[in-house]
């Protein structure tokens, strides 16, 4: 009888409170897949597949460089914003004649700034 029981037992991870995001994103898995459940152990495979993916990508965000004003006013003083437009004309032109961009704004009147990566 222990034999079918230990077949048949659903973990749903180790005794210690897990963290609510990982939780939730183990819960996307499995409805997106929820064959997934068949598998041993499956609740604390995915928490810890899960947890070194937010790990990961908590990663990837401490490394993205910080945020730099793109306007013409700031042209003059950033090297940066400079190596990418040749002019200040050129952002204001890139702004105000990319679709994506006009459309963001005429969406969202009370929009001030946009950040992008």
Known sequence: MEFFASLFR????NDAPSDPRRIEMVQRVLRLSPRLRIAPRYWSRLEAAVGE???YVRGLVATLPEAREASAASWADDPCI???FGAPEELSRLVNRTPEMRALFDNEPLLQSVFAV
């Open 10 to 13: 659903r973990e749903h991870g």
């Open 53 to 55: 993916g937010i790990d």
């Open 82 to 84: 400079r190596a990418f």
